[in-house]
């Protein structure tokens, strides 16, 4: 029997009489705690063996709570520990065996030194992951990383240290790489952000600069906001090249 993982919300509570939920029911108690999810990506997980619903004899998804709660882990793995799919497959599968496991820890940052989960930041702090955290989540070796450095796709932040998104660009070359897309193919990608990351910064630097501790905030919020279209702009020039619609 299946382990259900403990440390979401009270799932349970919105099953019917027969225990069982449709996906959209799914979907709407997910979105509580998980407002991006999709059916897309709730089928996208089950098409890669991290859930299984019971089917009825007409094809419809019956999701349990235990199918909920395991979901809700799932998507807590992405979100606060940013595990590839691969990982956290592997970590459910031995928490079924019952075996202890340990999740790579992003500690957090400011001005180059750690800051310890007692103290209170007077500032903005930045998740970070140390070399082997980054090979053990992203399922890698040595050499690989060594590569995607030379290629700058992942560039350490510090001695060993790397930021939080290192550990989604890693887990994204591995899994183009399942297509035969190989690192030296994703250059030109890189120089594409590079050159959107430089737009941005320069439309925000000037608030960036400023003395006045709000403004400068401003500036964060506002380099967010412009990633944010910058990376939408992106995936629909994909599309449009491509043809296709994407989830």
């Known amino acids: 029997m299946r382990h259900t993982p403990s440390g979401g919300a009270g799932y349970g509570a919105a099953a019917t009489d027969s225990g069982l939920m449709s996906i959209g029911t799914v979907l709407n108690v997910l979105r509580a705690e998980f407002p991006e999810v999709t059916i897309s990506k709730i ?16 094809g419809y998804r019956k999701f349990s709570a235990g199918d909920v709660e395991r979901l809700g882990h799932v998507l807590r793995m992405q979100r606060d520990h940013y595990l590839p799919l691969k990982v956290i497959r592997e970590h ?4 079924e065996r019952g075996e202890p496991v340990r999740l790579p820890t992003l500690g957090r940052q400011r001005d180059g030194e750690a800051v310890s989960d007692a103290e209170e930041p007077d500032g903005p702090t930045v998740a970070r992951i140390g070399r082997a955290d980054l090979l053990a989540a992203a ?4 050499q690989e990383l060594a590569e995607w450095e030379s290629y700058g796709l992942v ?27 190989e690192p030296r193919h994703l250059r030109a990608m890189k120089a594409a952000a590079d050159r959107e990351a430089g737009l941005v910064d320069q439309v925000v630097a000037p608030l960036k600069r400023h003395r006045n501790p709000q403004t400068r905030a401003h500036a964060e919020a506002r380099a967010k ?3 944010g279209l910058t990376v939408k702009l992106h995936a629909a020039l994909v599309r449009s090249a491509l043809g296709v619609r994407l989830p």
């Open 139 to 142: 399922g890698i070796g040595e």
């Open 225 to 227: 906001e412009l990633a």
């Open 92 to 95: 459910l599968e031995a928490m």
């Open 155 to 181: 560039t350490p932040v510090g001695d060993g240290v790397y930021d939080a998104e290192a550990v989604t660009v890693a887990s994204l070359v591995v899994e183009l790489g399942r297509f035969g897309i």
């Open 43 to 58: 089928r996208f997980l089950e098409s890669e063996g991290l859930i299984e619903p019971q089917r009825t004899p007409s």
